[in-house]
């Protein structure tokens, strides 16, 4: 059982590799699918082992591979774009808490919300920090919220919608992902 589950936490954290270069650039924070390989990790894997596939990303990130938008190493953390990767962490295992009570489609959809606003309360005050301290942009936060937050709405509300479909029937067909949720 622990093995299964630390090859699915692998195989999410490859995913979310490949979701980065998936990506339509709109300003210092491009539209990618890390989201919904995130919201989908903390589904299927649980907060623990969802959590950790978000982990192993950035740490293989943060060692020098190129799997960020931009490249990848310990520089990357000057990035405005890097507190939402962190943030990828704590998104996982929220919706992977909240999605361990039931599994209908709603309450998934819900629960990545609930993760997607927690990714946002990270994302955006370190992106903020890096745009206006290192970078000496001088943004007030309306002008944050519209470059690292508003944009990228639309497309979470059909990343969540994809992630709440789709999960509960990868549950069903592929294998008992139930036996390590916990």
């Known amino acids: 059982m622990r093995t299964r589950a630390l090859i699915y936490t692998a195989l999410f954290a490859a995913l979310t590799a490949v979701g980065a270069f998936l990506r339509i650039p709109v300003g210092p924070v491009p539209i990618t699918l890390q989201f919904l390989f995130t919201a989908m990790a903390g589904i299927l894997l649980g907060q623990r082992y969802g959590a950790l596939s978000q982990l192993v990303y950035v740490a293989l990130g943060l060692v020098g ?35 361990r009570r039931r599994s209908d489609a709603p309450w998934l959809a819900l629960s990545c919300a609930a993760g997607l ?30 470059i690292g937050m ?12 994809a992630a709440a479909v789709v999960c509960p029937v990868l549950r069903r067909r592929l294998c008992n992902f139930d036996e390590f949720r916990a």
């Open 150 to 161: 508003l944009p990228f709405l639309p497309g979470d509300a059909l990343k969540i919608t």
């Open 117 to 146: 606003a927690v990714l946002y309360l990270v994302g955006v005050p370190y992106m903020a920090l890096i745009l206006n301290v290192y970078l000496d942009k001088g943004l007030d936060l309306t002008a944050v919220l519209k």
């Open 65 to 99: 591979l190129p799997i960020f938008t931009q490249g990848g190493g310990p520089g990357y953390v000057f990035q405005p774009s890097f507190g939402f990767l962190l943030g990828l962490i704590p998104c996982a295992w929220v919706i992977g808490a909240l999605a």
